[in-house]
């Protein structure tokens, strides 16, 4: 597609269940990068691909949280065990490679609410 | 750590007059600095970028000047507008973590 696109857009569960979010990236853009933003808070980062190298989960907040890439495209991030305090936006990102002055695209994020 | 700081969490400018956001950095190992202009329920969009090796880059209303003395990045918009009301995040091309953000209002 023309854009990275990610779905749900928004996502209300309750406390304790797993959730899975998707995020297709733009076509061609080996980098794929997952973010979140928390009420009144900045880009938090997640996680990063980039082609066939190991991701680098270095943001990943706890091990409830995981991601994969399938066929260098699609990502799936998967919270498991969802708390209050998983509320927030995801937003994932792409780009052609991570030493580029053009930046990311990101998508429009999906809305994780946890009751 | 965070490579890049933004100071400033928010600045009011009135319209047709200039919006300077700044950012520092810490490590000098980059060769991108990227800002990016966020509304509200949508995703953060590029906005404009500089090379390591310049000092300022501009594009129609928006310039980047680089300090690498200071370590120090500034966005300049000029004349400021309505629409440019939005959280700008700063951030450098070889590390995925963002500043945190100066939510800039034009009031008009």
């Known amino acids: 597609g023309a854009g990275v696109s990610q779905s749900p857009s928004n996502k209300v569960t309750e406390k304790g269940k797993d959730v899975e979010l998707r995020c297709d990236p733009i076509?061609?853009?080996?980098?794929l990068y997952w973010y979140r933003q928390s009420l009144g808070q900045g880009l938090e980062f997640l996680i990063y691909f980039q082609g066939n190298s190991a991701p680098d989960k270095s943001g990943l907040p706890s091990d409830r949280f995981s991601a994969e890439r399938t066929g260098g495209s699609v990502s799936t991030l998967t919270i498991q065990r969802t708390q209050q305090e998983d509320s927030a936006v995801y937003l994932c990102?792409?780009?052609?490679?991570?030493?580029?002055?053009?930046?990311?695209?990101f998508g429009s994020g999906t809305r994780l609410t946890v009751v | 750590d965070q490579q890049v700081k933004q100071n400033s969490p928010s600045l009011s400018v009135q319209e047709g007059r200039i919006s300077i956001l700044n950012c520092d950095y810490t490590n000098s190992m980059f060769d991108y600095f990227l800002w990016y202009k966020k509304y509200p329920a949508e995703g953060p969009t590029f906005l404009i970028s500089i090379s390591s090796i310049k000092d300022k880059n501009e594009d129609g209303r928006f310039t980047v000047f680089l300090n690498k003395s200071a370590k120090h990045l500034s966005l300049h918009i000029v004349p400021s507008q309505p629409g440019d009301s939005a959280v700008y995040f700063c951030?450098?091309?070889?590390?995925?973590?963002f500043g945190a953000g100066t939510r800039l209002t034009v009031k008009p």
């Open positions: 951030a450098v091309n070889n590390d995925m973590r």
């Open positions: 076509s061609g853009h080996t980098a």
């Open positions: 990102a792409s780009s052609l490679a991570l030493r580029t002055g053009t930046g990311y695209t």
